[in-house]
C-alpha cells in the first residue's frame, strides 16, 4: 500500500549544529514531496518542497534532497536554531491523489 | 489574507453521539482536504473535496463524512462516535488541489468520553 516511513522519531541537537531528517516512500509514482513543521498547538506549516524531476531544492538554511531511484529523500537543516525546535513532517503525493504523511521527527535545538 | 479556520477549537462528546466540524479555506481557494492527527498513528488522509466534488478517500469507516459548499467552506461529519476517534482533526485548504502548498488550520480537538 501507500506508505512513507520516516526517521528518526526524535532528534535532539546543539544549536548550530545540523540536523537530518530521512523519509522512504512506497509509490514509485509519486512526484511531489513536502515538508511540514508543526509548532505547539498549530497545525502543520509548508517549509519546503520538492518535485521529482529536482534532485536538490534549497532556501536558506534548509534543503531538500531527493533519490528517485531508492525512493529516498531527506531533509536538512543547518545552523540550527532554538526556534528551529518542532515536529517536522515528510510527505509523498501518490499517483492515486493523496498526500501520504511519515510519521514525524520530533527535533529539539538545545541553547 | 484570513488563514484557514476551523471551528470549534475543541469538543468533549461521549460515545454513541455524533459531532460536526467546520472549515473555512483561504479565499479563492477551491480545494479543501481533511486530516485526523493522532500520537500513535500521525496525520492521516481523510478525504478531500475540490469544487463541492469528492474527489478522494482515505481508509476510514462510512462514520466519517463530509462535503463542500458552494463557497469552498466544508463540513466533516463522524457518526455514532468511538473512544477511538479521539484526536486532532486537521482541514487544509489549496488553490488546486494536487497536493501542493497546502495551508493547514489550527485543527478541531475532540474527545470522546
Known amino acids: 500500500g501507500e506508505n512513507v516511513e520516516q526517521h528518526p522519531s526524535t532528534l535532539s541537537v546543539q544549536e548550530g549544529d545540523s540536523a537530518v531528517i530521512k523519509c522512504t516512500y512506497s509509490?514509485?509514482?509519486?512526484?511531489?514531496f513536502p515538508w511540514y513543521k508543526q509548532e505547539l498547538g498549530k497545525g502543520p506549516q509548508l517549509i519546503i518542497d520538492?518535485?521529482?524531476?529536482?534532485g536538490e531544492k534549497k532556501d536558506q538554511r534548509i534543503a531538500v534532497t531527493l533519490n528517485k531511484t531508492a525512493k529516498h529523500f531527506s531533509l536538512h537543516i543547518t545552523e540550527t536554531q532554538p526556534e528551529d525546535s518542532a515536529v517536522y513532517f515528510c510527505?509523498?503525493?501518490?499517483?492515486?491523489?493523496?498526500?501520504?504523511f511519515g510519521q514525524g521527527t520530533e527535533l529539539s535545538v538545545k541553547p | 489574507k484570513a488563514g484557514v479556520t476551523q471551528t470549534p477549537r475543541y469538543l468533549i462528546k461521549t460515545r454513541g453521539q455524533q459531532v460536526t466540524l467546520s472549515c473555512s479555506p483561504i479565499s479563492g481557494h477551491r480545494s479543501v482536504s481533511w486530516y485526523q492527527q493522532t500520537p500513535g498513528q500521525g496525520l492521516q488522509f481523510l478525504f478531500e473535496?475540490?469544487?463541492?466534488?469528492?474527489?478522494n478517500k482515505g481508509n476510514f469507516p462510512g462514520r466519517f463524512s463530509g462535503r463542500q459548499f458552494s463557497n469552498s467552506r466544508s463540513e466533516m461529519n463522524v457518526s455514532t462516535l468511538e473512544l477511538g476517534d479521539s484526536a486532532l482533526y486537521l482541514c487544509?485548504?489549496?488553490?488546486?488541489?494536487?497536493?501542493?502548498?497546502?495551508?493547514f488550520g489550527s485543527g478541531t480537538q475532540l474527545s470522546v468520553l
Open positions: 510527505a509523498a503525493y501518490t499517483q492515486g491523489g493523496k498526500l501520504i
Open positions: 473535496y475540490f469544487s463541492e466534488t469528492q474527489r
Open positions: 487544509a485548504s489549496s488553490l488546486r488541489g494536487d497536493g501542493e502548498k497546502l495551508f
Open positions: 509509490d514509485s509514482a509519486s512526484n511531489y
Open positions: 520538492i518535485r521529482s524531476n529536482v
